[in-house]
């Protein structure tokens, strides 16, 4: 089972979130996810701009098994995009906490992150049966 960074916050649907400057969080998928989906080979992001609600489906990843949402973990608006996964879309297997990250997001006002799992409750998730 790999190991999953304690300074981030995870979703059931595998995505992570990392605190940035202010209210911007940085968003990408597990290397869970990213082992579960196989080699990715495009990557489909929100633009920037775009409005974005917690849960809701916003970009895909497609692989040589399958293709998958990407869901945000948080509200907000776009602020960022990961750009180099239009050539690079292996980067998010290669670094899925590195240059694998997906996109950034202006959170609106009163955005909890602490609703969301921290990386022991995500090992048990990802550990126990569905």
């Avoid at 300074?7 to 992570?16: A, S």
């Avoid at 940085?26 to 080699?39: F, K, M, N, P, S």
């Avoid at 990386?119 to 550990?127: C, G, L, N, R, S």
């Amino acid at each position: 089972m790999p190991d999953f960074p304690e300074d981030l916050k995870y979703t059931t649907e595998h995505e992570w979130v990392r605190e940035g400057n202010e209210s911007t969080v940085r968003i990408g998928v597990t290397d869970y996810a990213a082992e579960q989906l196989g080699d990715i080979v495009f990557v489909s992001l929100p633009a920037v701009g775009d409005e974005v609600t917690a849960g809701d489906a916003c970009g895909e990843l497609e692989s040589t098994k399958s293709v998958s949402d990407i869901f945000s973990p948080v509200s907000g608006v776009i602020s960022a995009i990961n750009d180099q996964l239009d050539d690079s879309p292996e980067s998010v297997n290669a670094d899925p906490y590195g240059d694998g990250w997906l996109f950034e997001v202006d959170t609106a006002d009163g955005t909890d992150l602490d609703s969301l799992l921290d990386a022991d409750a995500y090992a048990d998730h990802v550990e126990s049966p569905t």
